[in-house]
C-alpha cells in the first residue's frame, strides 16, 4: 500500500508491502527531483522521525527489556509496535515497564503500525514504531 504523507518531518513511511518497508529519510523536498531517495526495509527496525535502527530484534526473538530499553531511548511519547501481519502482544510486564516511564505503547500489524505512524510523525509527535517483523 502507497502513501501520500511524503510532506511530514523527517524519516516518513513511503509504502509497505508484505516482506518490506520503504522510507523517505528525511525531510521530502518540494520538488520531485529532489525528493530523497526511498529506502527498502524488510528487517526489524526503530523508526523515529530523526532516527532510523536495522535489525534491532531477530525475526524469531521475542520483545525483551534490552529491547525495550533501545526504544524508550528515542524519548517517545508513544511507541508503536508493529508485529508482522497479525497482532502479537508482548509480556503484559513489558507493557507495565512501558507505562510507568510515562510511554504509551500500542500494539498494532504492520500495516495499521505503518498508517499511525505517518499519521502521528506528521502531527509533530514524538513517535517511535518498533517494526518486530515486516
Not at 526511498?38 to 532510523?52: D, E, F, G, R, Y
Not at 502479537?88 to 507495565?96: H, R, S, V
Not at 495499521?112 to 505517518?118: D, F, I, P, V
Not at 513517535?127 to 515486516?134: E, P, Q, T
Request: negative net charge; contains cysteine.
Amino acid at each position: 500500500m502507497k502513501f501520500n504523507l511524503e510532506h511530514g518531518p523527517g524519516n516518513m513511511i513511503h509504502s509497505y508491502a508484505a516482506g518490506e518497508i520503504k522510507i523517505a529519510l528525511g525531510r521530502a523536498a518540494e520538488s520531485p527531483a529532489d525528493r530523497p531517495a526511498l529506502q527498502v526495509i524488510s528487517v526489524s527496525m526503530i523508526l523515529t522521525p530523526a532516527l532510523l535502527i536495522l535489525d534491532w530484534i531477530a525475526q524469531d526473538e521475542a520483545l525483551a527489556p534490552q529491547h525495550l530499553r533501545q526504544i524508550l531511548e528515542t524519548q517517545p511519547e508513544i511507541v508503536i509496535l508493529g508485529t508482522g501481519a497479525r497482532i502479537n502482544f508482548p509480556d503484559p510486564a513489558l507493557l507495565a515497564q512501558c507505562q510507568q516511564a510515562g510511554v504509551g505503547m500500542e500494539v498494532m500489524d504492520t500495516g495499521a503500525a505503518c498508517r499511525t505512524y505517518n499519521v502521528l510523525a506528521s502531527e509533530g509527535r514524538k513517535v517511535c514504531a518498533a517494526f518486530m517483523r515486516i
